[in-house]
C-alpha cells in the first residue's frame, strides 16, 4: 500500500505503575494496524524512574531501562526515541500509564513544575513545528501541555489532573469513556482511557477514536 500512513508510538517501560500502559499501548496499536495504516515504535533509552511490583504494588530494590522493558511489549521491534524524525512519519501517539508520567516527565512527583524528558520534548516539538498530528491517552496529555503552550486535552474528570494542567497553561476538557478533545491548532488528540474508571472495552473504543482522527487530519 503505496499510501499507507505511518504512525510513531512511543512507549514507557512496560506495565501500568512504572511504564506504559500495556491495554492502552497495545490497543492503540491494534487500532493503528485495522485503520490500514502502520506503527513504528519508541521508547527513550533512559533509567526507569523505579520498578514497581505489578502483584503487590510495592516498590521493588532493583534498576531497569525505558526501552529495554519497552521492547517487551513491542517484541523487541523498537528504537530509540533520540532517533525519532518526524519527516518519516504522518504522526506521533502516546500511550498512557504511569511510565509517561515518572520516565518521560516527573509529573507524577511535580505536578505542573514537572520536567520532561529532553528526547520526549524534542519529538514532541519538532512534530508540531512540523504540522502533524499528535495523539495522547491516559495521563500523557499533561506531557503534552508541560511542552506546548495553550493546548486543550482531557485527561477525563480528575479535578486535581485538571487543575495542574491549567496552571501549565493549558485548558482541561471533561470528557468520558471514549471521548476525545481535539486541539485545532497544535492538531493533538487526546482521551481519557484509564485516568476514568473504566473497562478495556471503553478504552479500545478511546484508542479507536484517537487514531481514526489522526488518519483523518492526515488526509
Known amino acids: 500500500m503505496t499510501n499507507q500512513k505511518k504512525i510513531a508510538v512511543v512507549l514507557s517501560g512496560c506495565g501500568v505503575y512504572d511504564g506504559a500502559e500495556i491495554h492502552e499501548a497495545t490497543l492503540t496499536m491494534?487500532?493503528?494496524?485495522?485503520?490500514?495504516?502502520?506503527?513504528?515504535l519508541f521508547a527513550p533509552n533512559t533509567t526507569q524512574h523505579h520498578?514497581?511490583?505489578?502483584l503487590t504494588g510495592q516498590e521493588m530494590p532493583e534498576t531497569r531501562n525505558v526501552l529495554v522493558e519497552s521492547a517487551?511489549?513491542?517484541?523487541?521491534?523498537?528504537?530509540?526515541?533520540?532517533?525519532?524524525?518526524?519527516?518519516?512519519?504522518?504522526?506521533?501517539?502516546?500511550?498512557?500509564?504511569?511510565g509517561a508520567a515518572?520516565?518521560?516527565?516527573?509529573?507524577?512527583?511535580?505536578?505542573?513544575n514537572c520536567t520532561v524528558n529532553e528526547?520526549?520534548?524534542?519529538?514532541?516539538?519538532?512534530?508540531?513545528?512540523?504540522?502533524?498530528?499528535?495523539?495522547?491517552l491516559c495521563i500523557a496529555p499533561a506531557v503534552i501541555t508541560r511542552i506546548?503552550?495553550?493546548v486543550d486535552v482531557t485527561i477525563g474528570d480528575d479535578p486535581q489532573t485538571a487543575k495542574a494542567i491549567e496552571k501549565?497553561?493549558?485548558k482541561h476538557i471533561r470528557t468520558t469513556d471514549g471521548e476525545i478533545v481535539i486541539d485545532r491548532n497544535y492538531r493533538v488528540v487526546t482521551t481519557p482511557c484509564y485516568m476514568l474508571d473504566t473497562t478495556i472495552?471503553?478504552?479500545?473504543?478511546?484508542?479507536?477514536?484517537?487514531?481514526?482522527?489522526?488518519?483523518?487530519m492526515c488526509q
Open 30 to 40: 491494534l487500532a493503528i494496524a485495522k485503520q490500514g495504516a502502520s506503527y513504528t
Open 51 to 54: 520498578v514497581i511490583n505489578h
Open 72 to 98: 517487551r511489549i513491542a517484541r523487541g521491534q523498537i528504537s530509540d526515541l533520540k532517533d525519532y524524525n518526524p519527516a518519516n512519519f504522518d504522526a506521533i501517539i502516546f500511550p498512557g500509564g504511569f
Open 102 to 112: 515518572k520516565n518521560l516527565s516527573t509529573f507524577a512527583f511535580d505536578g505542573p
Open 119 to 136: 528526547d520526549v520534548t524534542k519529538a514532541v516539538k519538532a512534530t508540531a513545528k512540523a504540522g502533524k498530528p499528535i495523539g495522547a
Open 148 to 150: 506546548l503552550s495553550n
Open 168 to 170: 501549565m497553561g493549558g
Open 201 to 216: 472495552d471503553q478504552i479500545e473504543i478511546g484508542a479507536r477514536n484517537v487514531v481514526k482522527t489522526i488518519l483523518t
